[in-house]
């Protein structure tokens, strides 16, 4: 008669509890992946189905958004339940390769610039088409750009540091790129672009969020956000408000965040370079003798 020995039940029932817990960040990564993978596949289902072209896209602009999410859950997660791994880390990095630049970038090109009409003048309207494609592709290279220097320097200090007791993003993360882009097309019922003046803004927003990605701005993580603490029902009503906007007015409510969200880091990196130049004028105090303070401060502000 075979006798387990109790402890050793126990022991391997945590040793595949703990497995199992390892898993649980990757499946959030996967998610996202598939997220990613299904916005490529409409996608690129709207230029074969141009009759319900708007459906297809609507749906890949909305798989990246919903993405978003997931990719902010995993690494919370494995932070959470202490299951970090240089494999997690890896997959995580290649999964928004796929899901935040891959798709976006081809869903800007399509959307904003493939089904251009014929009634366009034809030099003009290759040019916006070869144009669109170069500033997708720059979108793209601009997202890999971000997650490799996030890879290599994960402490790195925005050229505008801002506030010592807050934790700032090095230039604009790529999820919040491709979910402006994303909210874009959705805001606009995903209709593709018919209007060259249309086509040219685009091309402007595009580049924009390539740039912001790769730039040294600081952007706002809200990493001081802490769901673990004893009291955490002081977030659950405007965690609610947020959760409701973003699911009854989708349209607005998303790409207004977007945007706000962009013009925050524009807007703090304007402010800090105006704050220099008021220091440095003449009588302007003591602090003008050291218009390189704010960079030798010290604070470290990680991704």
Request: charged letters at 15%.
């Amino acid at each position: 008669m075979n006798h387990t020995d109790p402890a050793q039940t126990k022991a391997k029932r945590r040793a595949r509890l703990r497995r199992g817990m390892y898993l649980l960040p990757s499946l959030f990564t996967a998610g996202s992946m598939g997220a990613g993978y299904f916005a490529i596949t409409e996608t690129v289902r709207a230029i074969a189905d141009t009759g319900n072209a708007a459906t297809h896209l609507d749906w890949a602009a909305i798989a990246i958004l919903l993405a978003i999410p997931f990719d902010g859950l995993d690494g919370r997660i494995a932070r959470l339940t202490n299951t970090s791994t240089d494999f997690g880390r890896e997959l995580d990095s290649l999964a928004d390769l796929v899901t935040f630049g891959l798709a976006p970038s081809l869903l800007a090109f399509v959307w904003g610039f493939h089904f251009l009409p014929d009634s366009i003048h034809p030099p003009l309207r290759q040019d916006l088409i070869d144009a669109g494609a170069f500033i997708c592709f720059l979108f793209l290279l601009g997202g890999a750009s971000r997650l490799a220097r996030f890879n290599i320097s994960p402490d790195a200090q925005p050229r505008n540091p801002g506030r010592p007791d807050r934790k700032y993003f090095v230039g604009m993360p790529i999820p919040a790129a491709a979910g402006l882009l994303a909210a874009t097309v959705h805001f606009f019922n995903a209709y593709p672009v018919e209007a060259w003046w249309v086509a040219i803004l685009w091309l402007v927003l595009v580049g924009l969020c390539g740039f912001l990605m790769v730039s040294a701005w600081r952007f706002w993580s809200a990493k001081e956000i802490n769901f673990s603490r004893r009291h955490p029902f002081q977030l659950l009503l405007p965690l609610a408000v947020l959760v409701c906007a973003a699911v009854f007015f989708s349209q607005v409510a998303l790409f207004t965040a977007a945007l706000i969200y962009m013009f925050s880091g524009i807007w703090a990196r304007a402010a800090y370079g105006w704050s220099r130049r008021r220091r440095r004028r003449p009588g302007a105090g003591a602090i003008s003798s050291t218009p390189n303070e704010p960079e030798s401060l010290g604070h470290r502000f990680t991704d």
